[in-house]
T-cell receptor, first 113, second 112 residues
Framework: EADIYQTPRYLVIGTGKKITLECSQTMGHDKMYWYQQDPGMELHLIHY???????EKGDLSSESTVSRIRTEHFPLTLESARPSHTSQYLCASRQAGGPYEQYFGPGTRLTVT | TQLLEQSPQFLSIQEGENLTVYCNSS?????LQWYRQEPGEGPVLLVTVVTGGEVKKLKRLTFQFGDARKDSSLHITAAQPGDTGLYLC????????????FGQGTILTVHP
């Protein structure tokens, strides 16, 4: 079973607040990803990282930022939350090479009021 | 841009019925994954298919990868309420190196 954790699981916050969504994995995977997903809909890649000090923007433009200072940790930050940021945020990781199987965390459900 | 067209988008059936979900693309993928996601949780990997024409079975679920590695299908035999969820296909390789291309998803509801 994959060991990838996200906190918090649920977050309700007011407009303008700064928030950080945490993601950690204990599998030693180099590659990590952040996706945004509305309920029952497809996943949209917003950030990814291929290793420490490596971060790239994904296919969907996002006002969030990420950092990768340690292999196991890939936090996502929103400097000023807005209602349009309300969504589910999913973190995933995978090992280098192979058939690209990604393992997902349980997600953070963010609501900005 | 690589696209994966997944169909149908919604499927509502009775317990015991069979169903098939399709995933099609004009692009060739080096591998294709199927995931199942329950509300409020992250997707869980069901299977990976790698070889064109490959068929994999997981209890009542049968996965097939097209000969040309551009399409895939998921067939569920005798569906049960526990099969309810969002099913996602995802392709790897091609121009989206290092990333997965996800289909739009199929929401399956199995009624008792």
């Amino acid at each position: 079973e994959a060991d990838i954790y996200q906190t918090p699981r649920y977050l309700v916050i007011g407009t303008g607040k700064k928030i950080t969504l945490e993601c950690s994995q204990t599998m030693g995977h180099d590659k990590m990803y952040w996706y945004q997903q509305d309920p029952g809909m497809e996943l949209h890649l917003i950030h990814y990282s291929y290793g420490v000090n490596s971060t790239e923007k994904g296919d969907l433009s996002s006002e969030s930022t990420v950092s990768r200072i340690r292999t196991e940790h890939f936090p996502l930050t929103l400097e000023s939350a807005r209602p349009s940021h309300t969504s589910q945020y999913l973190c995933a990781s995978r090992q280098a090479g192979g058939p690209y199987e990604q393992y997902f965390g349980p997600g953070t459900r963010l609501t900005v009021t | 841009t690589q696209l994966l067209e997944q169909s149908p988008q919604f499927l509502s059936i009775q317990e015991g019925e069979n169903l098939t979900v399709y995933c099609n693309s004009s692009s060739v993928f080096s591998s294709l994954q199927w995931y199942r996601q329950e509300p409020g949780e992250g997707p869980v990997l069901l299977v990976t298919v790698v070889t064109g024409g490959e068929v994999k079975k997981l209890k009542r679920l049968t996965f097939q990868f097209g000969d040309a590695r551009k399409d895939s299908s998921l067939h569920i035999t005798a569906a049960q309420p526990g099969d309810t969820g969002l099913y996602l296909c995802a392709g790897a390789g091609g121009t989206s190196y290092g990333k997965l291309t996800f289909g739009q998803g199929t929401i399956l509801t199995v009624h008792p």
